[in-house]
């Protein structure tokens, strides 16, 4: 199963039981020709994929607002940057800023292991590769840095309580 | 100029000046046959719209979640509920009860006047619709129960001020 396929399930489980709103953001489409067929519904008949400037999860959770994107790798022992685009980061940091949580879920596939990779850490590796030291992170980075998602019964990945954990650990840093 | 456009200048000059990250979501759209000609990007050749499960903005404001729907009417006397889907008015809900800010923006063309309606009195609208008593918010009960965002010169719709409001007044019905 994808990273993004078990976002979805535990996103729809978490709605299910109130827990939080968290929505993958629709794929951006720049449409450029419709056509109104009579009796039948618009159809799209010529459009191009958009680079999108934000990340592509968001919501809310017990109050807070929740921002992230999911990326896998099939790399075995560091998560390629090239992966995120420049004005992702750029909004994650201004997220950031307006005290919302953000952050990386990051699938290691021959690993089969997934991380939340916090916004304050990954910039630091960010500025790493932008200054052409480093252009990825090793998984050893990621395991001290962020919070390991154990797969468990229902749902599979529940990230919420990693979330929690870095909720608690930046409300100490922010204080 | 629409509500849409003045949002989206309302919204990029908050992120201009760090003061909230809001964006209009993608309009979702099914694609149903891509085409990758050789040397030149990706056209989508077939695609349809879908109905939106969600609002359509959503974003952070100094660490609160805003989430709303935006729309206009010609009609002069009171908005007409059919504007909204049943499962956007969901979505408020779960958005609300997740301590979200959620409202709808109203614009009246004709008098050319906006306004911010809380989730809590439309909801109450919303059922009185569903009893088929009434299927429309006058706007002498969308000025009793929401904020009018007055006109002014930047940004033009300055709407974080009636979610100042809004969250000021909700603090006090909350606790």
Redesign the interface.
């Known amino acids: 199963m994808t990273l993004e396929k078990e976002i979805e399930i535990s996103n729809d489980y978490y ?1 299910s039981i ?1 827990k ?2 968290i ?1 993958k ?5 720049q ?1 450029v020709d419709v056509s109104y067929p009579k009796r039948s ?10 680079t999108p ?2 990340t592509d999860y ?8 929740i ?1 992230f994107e999911a990326k896998e790798t099939k790399n075995k022992t560091s998560f390629p940057l090239k992966n995120i685009h420049e004005h992702q980061v750029k ?1 994650m940091k ?2 950031y ?4 949580i953000t952050f990386l879920l990051i699938r290691f596939k021959t690993l089969d292991e997934v991380y939340l990779l916090p916004y304050v850490p990954f910039e630091y590796f960010w500025k790493r590769a932008q200054q052409d030291i480093k252009k990825s992170i090793t998984v050893e980075e990621i395991r001290k840095n962020g919070y390991h998602i154990p797969y468990q019964y229902q749902p599979r990945l529940n990230y919420l309580k990693a979330v929690d954990k870095l909720i608690l650990d930046e409300s100490e840093d922010r204080v």
Chains 1, 2 share one sequence.
Request: proline share 5%; charged share 20%.
């Open positions: 709605l109130g939080a709103v929505h953001k629709p794929t951006p489409v449409i519904k618009a159809v799209i008949k010529e459009a191009y994929f958009r400037s934000t968001n919501g809310v959770y017990n109050g807070y607002y921002d909004h201004s997220v800023e307006q005290k919302g």
